[in-house]
């Protein structure tokens, strides 16, 4: 992880989202178990098979959520569904979030408001909710984006650009899935490691090299 951020310092700068005067707005990150950049025909192929498991994940630059400051606070959702996390999830999903171990109870609430905010149904039925440090870094190279996010020994992403030569297998692909955060602006990227190790579900999961992630910012009123 610490090396792919000094290989993005070496040529690029910390992506900002713009913050509104009145809201909160930040970075954002995820990624799942299935390709999001993908060719319908493979997509459809996957559905329910594949892509039931997601890692979310969001760093406020400013804002306040009912009053309180969550400036430089993050959260990070870790996705376990029945369905494929597609177009529309329909079935029942549950979810274990991770609250910015600087947080103090006030902005732990806050945050936890914040995933549900933007994570919607996805995050309805929280199994726990547990506090680590996080660290998440994006940055904005010479033609797209890189990221790295680790949330304790919990979750953990790491991305790079998607290679419009190297990483196109049948020539039709193309963000299939939108993120799954709503207020998001963001890019599919390729997820170079993609994990969750947490015993909350009962299962593990570690992917590399997938066509599976979402880098950008989020911004809400």
């Known amino acids: 992880m ?4 000094l290989m993005c310092a070496l040529v690029c700068v910390l992506a900002a989202a713009p913050v509104s005067a009145a809201g ?9 178990t299935c390709d999001v950049y993908v060719a319908s ?16 994940a969001w760093k406020v630059d400013k804002g306040t959520i009912d009053n309180v400051a ?15 996390l597609g177009l529309k999830q329909n079935g029942p999903a549950k979810a274990v ?3 910015d171990g600087k947080a103090d109870a006030k902005q732990r609430a806050a945050l936890i408001s914040l995933a549900e905010k933007q994570a919607g149904d996805l995050v309805k039925n929280i199994i726990s909710v547990q506090s680590a440090p996080i660290d998440l870094t994006i940055c904005q190279c010479k033609g797209g984006t890189c990221s ?62 997938r066509r599976s992630a979402y880098v950008g910012s989020f911004a809400m009123k």
């Open 97 to 99: 979030l991770i609250v």
């Open 2 to 5: 610490k090396k792919l951020i």
């Open 41 to 56: 025909c493979v997509a459809n192929a996957e559905m329910n098979v594949a892509g039931k498991h997601a890692v979310l």
């Open 148 to 209: 790295a996010m680790k949330a304790g020994n919990l979750a953990r992403i790491e991305t790079r650009c998607i290679d419009a030569t190297h990483d196109k297998v049948c020539g039709n692909e193309a963000a299939y899935y939108p993120p799954l955060t709503k207020d998001a602006n963001a890019k599919a990227a390729v997820a170079v490691n993609h994990s969750f190790t947490g015993k909350d579900f009962n299962e593990t999961w570690q992917h590399a090299e």
């Open 70 to 84: 969550l400036d430089g606070l993050s959260v990070v959702a870790v996705v376990a569904a029945s369905d494929t």
């Open 24 to 32: 909160i707005a930040g970075l954002y990150l995820e990624a799942r």
